[in-house]
């Protein structure tokens, strides 16, 4: 999993269609989307191109995009050992590739491969970490094979673990874990790729995928007609012009979708704010500061007048709506508290300067800005520091960061994909240094806790032990903006950004 330090929303509605060439029959759903950069699954980074990988390839697992639990993809079941080591995933009987040949157990071993293989550049590598053999697989490069994912017979794969991790079929029900065929390479996807999702590439066009519902799947759609525009913005264009029918919202032009087309698609999104404390620097192993820190800065305010609605506040690291989410009662913004802190602090010696490092664009430097006037008024002397951008994902872990941005984007809609890769001690994307013992064994439980109430109660309290000691001022969670016409039906946006247009249809004018 992936830290991102400039989270950038990049999202991806219902018209005519055609069920042959040129017989328009209104089966076909519009959508525009920001181009994307491939069709590759392993590869998808960006909202779009997620969305585009999740029509045309199928996981072993799928999420349910109100609840976020899983319910069956290409694996039609599958069971879990006592200690969370060992699970096996049934192929569902029939599961076939969009040219008809079947998806076998070594398609799906040679996927998961793929992915993990040394310098496979996919985003999503990582989560393979706890698969046995995945240090000489996908590090050293000295193994052959990823000995942890077995292809039995009777259509059943075997994913042995070395660690326990029950948030695995979570991870897998991702885009980027499509399954494709074995032996294919980046040319397989440049212009028809053989896929094991409901749609195909019937036709590739600079500008426009034409895909086509695969005979014998279950969609209502006869197909998608996917226009590519350079940014949001061209494509929210294209909706208000009736080209296409459902389309993302750039952010200037939220609150008037709002109000001409309603929020039916304004949704939650798997992604979160904070400025963060460099622990690893000295001056802020003293939590008073941490905490007159967080209690200074009007975060509400933030949120609603500098990204204008953009963000929801939080009150816990885990995001609405999954389970496990803790609450901060002493997270709230007090300056009358943070006053009485710093002066604690002043008194037995001298406040230390708070450096806030940032993007240096226009948003950030207004959010920057805001942080320094909150601070100051509590009694801190506060230097701003602006980064490029295209630096700031290196300075971000650098250890040279003091009260940081970091964006985060989970890389699985579960409590574990917010706590653990952030908060448990040594973790790659642990940049802060935060490191409590406490936390780290409720996250181990948890990862080992088959229930799914008593995981969501360990996360809870893992949640509210890191918010405890102030590691982060949270900043707010992100939300997806789309429109659709009103013909579209059963279009259900998950909180990845992403919807299974296998299950939507086009009602009649």
Not at 214 to 229: F, I, K
Request: charge should be negative; glycine fraction near 6%; include cysteine.
């Amino acid at each position: 999993m992936a830290v991102v330090v400039a989270v950038v929303l990049v999202s991806s509605a219902c018209s005519f269609v055609r069920g042959g060439d040129d017989v328009a029959d209104r089966r076909v759903l519009r959508i525009g989307v920001v181009r994307p950069a491939t069709l590759d699954p392993m590869a998808a980074r960006t909202i779009d191109e997620q969305l585009v990988a999740e029509q045309l390839f199928d996981s072993l697992v799928a999420l349910d995009p109100e609840t976020v639990e899983t319910e069956p993809g290409l694996a039609e079941s599958w069971t879990v050992s006592d200690d969370q080591l060992t699970w096996q995933f049934t192929l569902a009987s029939g599961a076939a590739f969009s040219d008809g040949r079947e998806v076998s157990t070594a398609d799906v071993k040679a996927t998961l491969e793929r992915i993990a293989k040394k310098d496979s550049g996919s985003p999503v590598a990582d989560l393979l970490e706890p698969v046995k053999g995945w240090k000489e697989f996908a590090v050293d490069g000295t193994a052959s094979e990823l000995v942890g994912v077995v292809a039995d017979s009777g259509g059943v794969v075997r994913i042995e673990l070395s660690t326990p991790w029950s948030s695995l079929p979570h991870a897998l029900a991702q885009p980027q874990f499509g399954i494709v065929p074995s032996g294919v390479t980046a040319a397989s996807f440049e212009d028809e790729p053989v896929g094991s999702g409901p749609f195909m590439v019937r036709k590739r066009e600079q500008n426009r995928l034409t895909l086509r519902r695969v005979e014998g799947r279950d969609a209502r759609l006869a197909g998608l007609d996917v226009r590519q525009y350079d940014d949001a913005t061209a494509a929210y264009e294209a909706f208000v012009d009736d080209r296409v029918d459902y389309a993302p919202v750039p952010a200037d032009r939220v609150a008037e979708a709002a109000t001409r087309y309603g929020r039916a698609y304004f949704r939650p999104y798997a992604a979160e704010l904070f400025y963060a404390f460099n622990l690893r620097n000295p001056k802020w192993q003293d939590k008073r500061l941490r905490e007159a820190v967080v209690r200074a800065v009007d975060t509400a305010a933030i949120a609603e007048e500098v990204y204008r609605g953009d963000l929801r506040a939080m009150t816990s690291l885990v995001p609405a709506p999954l389970a496990g989410a803790g609450s901060c009662a002493a997270c709230g913004h007090d300056p009358e508290r943070a006053k009485a802190l710093v002066a604690e602090v002043a008194a037995a010696g001298a406040v230390p300067e708070v450096a806030i490092d940032f993007e240096g664009d226009r948003t950030q430097g207004e959010v920057a800005k805001r942080l320094e006037a909150d601070l100051e008024a509590v009694g801190f002397t506060v230097n701003l520091r602006p980064k490029p951008l295209e630096d700031y994902q290196r300075f971000a872990a650098s250890g040279e960061q003091d009260l940081f941005r970091l964006g985060w984007v989970a890389a699985y809609p579960t409590a574990d994909a917010f706590v653990a890769p952030l908060f448990v001690s040594g973790a790659s994307n642990n940049l802060i240094g935060f490191a409590l013992s406490g936390v780290d064994e409720l996250v181990q439980r948890a990862r080992a806790t088959i229930d799914p109430a008593a995981r969501a109660e360990l996360y809870r309290q893992a949640d509210e032990a890191i918010l405890g000691e102030f590691p982060v001022l949270p900043i707010g969670q992100f939300q997806q903006f789309a429109v659709a016409v009103p013909r579209v039906k059963d279009l259900r946006l998950s909180i990845t950004g992403t919807f299974d247009a296998s299950t939507v249809w086009l009602a009649a004018d």
